[in-house]
């Protein structure tokens, strides 16, 4: 009965019930003979597809498939690219919290702090005016983890992909780090690994270190894999996004995003 009510849920929810009002209408103007019927089913149609699990696990798993976590690693920075955060509202030890892309990534790289004892360099600025400051919120989260402060750097400009990777590679040639480890979403990593390929010297080694992921790459068919669902629709657009921002990255070279 559970899933039948959820099932059903989903269809009333958006996504679902914009896919529904919009067959209706397809039909009504296929009934009526009327002008615009093929684009009303051509929008229908992508927006049903496109709201689907099994459509954007496909999607995420080709761009994090790209890159996997090594288990023997060496580096003499660990750079975490900034995911997102939130001004304005309360944590345990100040205001303003990272958000959930942004959080796991922190972590992973803060783990791998403890592991290698290298410093720790946190990339993102306030990207819009009613957004957190990421690196400052991650500093003030990684210190109170128990994270030394001479050990936390932060690059508080950087406000997207490319300027991280700018700004982490100037911060890397006047501290003299050769090695680092590039810590980010594994659906972002590729773009990430573009940038950082275009800006770094031909003497500095930079190692993918992918973590936040969205998908298992395994599709397992099941009813609810023909319901559309925001959150499928979500992690659809996020991964057009990265396929469109790698394309126009490797058509133009300054482009950035």
């Known amino acids: 009965m559970m899933y039948i009510l959820k099932f059903i849920l989903l269809w009333l929810l958006p996504p679902g019930c914009i896919v529904l009002l919009l067959a209706a209408l397809t039909f009504y103007l296929f009934k009526r ?5 093929f684009a009303a089913a051509l929008i229908t149609l992508l927006l049903y597809f496109a709201s689907l ?5 496909l999607l995420t798993h080709g761009l994090e498939s790209r890159y996997t976590q090594q288990s023997a690693v060496k580096a003499d920075v660990i750079a975490v ?5 939130v001004s304005g509202v309360p944590d345990i030890d100040g205001e303003g919290a990272l958000a959930a892309a942004g959080m796991n990534r922190l972590a992973t ?4 702090q403890r592991k290698l004892g290298v410093p720790l360099i946190v990339s993102g600025g306030q990207v819009f005016k009613d957004s957190g400051g990421e690196a400052e919120i991650a500093k003030r989260v990684l210190i109170n983890m128990g994270v030394k402060e001479n050990m936390v750097y932060t690059d508080t400009k950087a406000l997207n992909t490319r300027q991280n990777a700018q700004n982490i590679i100037s911060a890397s040639k006047e501290n003299g780090w050769k090695r680092i480890i590039v810590v980010t979403s594994a659906l972002h990593m590729p773009r990430a690994m573009q940038n950082f390929a275009a800006v770094k010297d031909s003497n500095m080694e930079v190692t993918a270190y992918p973590c936040d992921y969205l998908s298992s790459g395994k599709i397992v068919i099941s009813p609810f894999s023909f319901v ?10 996020m991964a057009l996004k990265e396929y469109l921002a790698l394309a126009a990255g490797n058509f133009c070279k300054n482009f950035t995003i």
């Open 53 to 57: 699990m099994p459509t954007a696990q």
């Open 228 to 237: 559309p669902q925001a959150y499928a629709l979500d992690l659809t657009a």
């Open 109 to 112: 790289g803060m783990r791998l």
């Open 33 to 37: 003979k009327a002008a615009g019927k």
């Open 81 to 85: 690219l900034g995911g997102g955060a």
